[in-house]
Structure formats: structure tokens, C-alpha cells
């Protein structure tokens, strides 16, 4: 008898050729916690916008309705995506009662043979890459479906000129996951995308207005751009993603600041006076980030003044 690590069985999933689902029934509603990159393939949807996604707002089914153990679900119309994949549900326990999760895999039809498919193993290769190849063509980062760094610069210059001819401030928070290579070197690099997938969920979650931008800028960095906002509002919201990034409770054994991964922030505001002098507002925002972390975190929000963070 030997025990497997969650870190194991994780990557073992992801590297599955079956689609897979894990969904939390416990959750009010019912919400998808996990997804491989076999389900990703296949189904269109990047693990970054289904992971919290409402289970049964994609099966179209009544919440608790599963009663013959499968269902129908409505994939994304991008490229190499099937219309519907059809899974076998099985409940999972964390303890004696009544099932925490189910574990959703995808159906095969009755005439297709169980042994192994190199077709099939060859077609979601090619559909992975065929994937990545759009998300770099769109301007996605690869891993979490955000937001690239290119994609980023260009969005930012436009809403720039948007700020400046509207004579609206323009608000940037960065994020640095702390201790993330330590991550990587402990867990691998399957489980480091896992945790950059959550946490770009957690900050795209945690947004308010349907024009701020979130994107991942650096290895272990992401960045949300606010058309409009002051320091403090800026500050809050910077404050409060930390909070969710924290709540997400991802082990983190090595890291210096905590048991579970954490995000240091910092926050850059351009008033309207200043918009003219274009300054870089990630590296002004990288500024308070590093001196809140030489700070032990603490932002003298209170004593910046001039309108530049």
C-alpha cells in the first residue's frame, strides 16, 4: 500500500488523454474545481475560464438532476472543438456519507475500442498546439488564457489616448506571486500552470467593470489595468484580489511569506494633468510593489500625493 500526493494525481489527470472534469457539490451552486488539458483540447474552453464556472449553467441540467450518472456538455465554438462531449459522472468522498465531488470523464460511444488510440492521442496533440498557436495569434498567454504581455502594451497605449482625450485618471495594480520559483521547484511546472490558471481566475473574478484588462506580464506577474480610479480605490481592489489569491489556500511548503501561495501587489495612478507625459505605469506600479515588499507588505498609500504611485 503506498499514498500518492495530490501534486501526483493532478499531474497524472492532466496528462490524460480522457477529458476530465472535477465539480464541487458542496459549492452553492455547484462549481467546476478542476479541468485537464485532454477537456481544454477538446472542448474549446481554456482551464482559466471554466475552473468556478456555475456545473450545471454549461449542461443545461437542473442542479442535482444527474441521476442516470451522465450528461451533455456545450462546448466553446473554437477551433477543433467538438459541439458537445457527453460524460460519466462518479461520486468521489472525502469521508463516509454522502459523495463531495463528482468526477466527470468524457463517454466513449459503445464501438470504439478502450485500447490505446494513437489517433485520438495525436489528434488532441494537434488540437493543443493548433490552441496555443490562436491564443499567440489573439493575444492569450497560453497557460491561463489571460491576457499576454504584447496584447497587454497595446490595450494600455489605447486606453491611454481614451483616458487623456476623456480627461479620466488611469489606475495599474501588478501582482508577484511570492516565493513562485520555490513553487516550481518543489511541485513541477504542471502544478506551477495549475496555480497560475487559479490565480488568474481569482483576479479576473475579483474585477468590477467589463473595460478593466488583466494580463500576465512575467513568469510569476500578472497586471490589471482600471479605466478610472484614485489611489485608494485602486489600493482596495489591489488588497482584495491578495486576500482571494490567499483564500485559494494553495500549499506552498518553501514559501517565505506563508503556507500557501500569496501575491504582493502595488498599485501606480496617472491623473488626468499628468496623462501627457506617458510614463511607463507597470514600472511605476513594479516601484510600490518592490518597496511594500522591502516594507513587509505595508503601502504608504496615505502619503502619495502627487497623483504617480
Not at 472542448?43 to 449542461?59: F, K
Not at 498557436?133 to 502594451?153: C, E, I, K, M, Q
Not at 489616448?161 to 485618471?169: D, H, K, M, S
Not at 488583466?214 to 506577474?221: E, K, M, P
Amino acid at each position: 500500500m503506498f499514498n500518492l500526493s495530490k501534486n501526483i494525481i493532478k499531474q497524472a489527470l492532466d496528462l490524460s488523454p480522457v477529458a476530465t472534469l472535477i465539480v464541487d457539490l458542496n459549492a452553492a451552486p455547484q462549481t467546476i474545481q478542476y479541468a485537464n488539458q485532454a477537456f481544454e483540447a477538446l472542448s474549446g474552453y481554456d482551464a482559466g475560464e471554466i475552473v468556478g464556472r456555475h456545473w450545471d449553467g454549461l449542461t443545461g441540467a437542473a442542479e442535482g438532476d444527474h441521476a442516470n450518472r451522465e450528461i451533455e456538455l456545450s462546448c466553446h465554438p473554437r477551433l477543433g472543438a467538438a459541439d458537445t462531449l457527453r460524460f460519466e459522472l462518479y461520486p468521489l468522498y472525502d469521508g463516509p456519507g454522502t459523495a463531495r465531488y463528482w468526477l466527470a470523464t468524457e463517454q466513449k460511444p459503445v464501438e470504439q475500442d478502450d485500447s490505446a488510440d494513437p489517433e485520438r492521442d495525436t489528434l488532441i496533440a494537434v488540437l493543443r498546439e493548433a490552441r496555443n498557436h490562436l491564443r499567440r495569434a489573439d493575444g492569450r498567454d497560453s497557460t491561463t488564457g489571460v491576457l499576454n504581455r504584447r496584447a497587454f502594451d497595446d490595450l494600455m497605449h489605447r486606453d491611454w489616448v481614451l483616458a487623456r482625450r476623456e480627461q479620466r485618471p488611469l489606475a495599474l495594480m501588478v501582482f508577484q506571486l511570492d516565493s513562485f520559483d520555490a513553487y516550481c521547484d518543489v511541485f513541477g511546472r504542471h502544478a506551477a500552470d495549475a496555480c497560475l490558471r487559479k490565480v488568474a481566475h481569482a483576479i479576473t473574478g475579483s474585477l468590477r467593470r467589463a473595460g478593466d484588462l488583466t494580463a500576465r506580464y512575467a513568469d510569476d506577474r500578472f497586471a490589471v489595468l482600471m479605466g478610472q480610479g484614485n489611489v485608494s480605490q485602486a489600493a482596495e481592489l489591489a488588497a482584495q484580489i491578495a486576500d482571494k489569491v490567499r483564500e485559494l489556500a494553495i500549499h506552498h511548503p518553501r514559501s517565505r511569506e506563508d503556507r500557501f501561495v500569496t501575491a504582493s501587489w502595488g498599485v501606480a495612478v496617472i491623473d488626468a494633468d499628468r496623462l501627457h507625459t506617458q510614463p511607463d505605469l507597470i514600472d511605476l506600479a513594479e516601484v510600490d510593489l518592490q518597496e511594500a515588499r522591502r516594507n513587509g507588505g505595508r503601502h504608504s498609500i496615505a502619503d502619495k500625493s502627487s497623483g504617480i504611485v
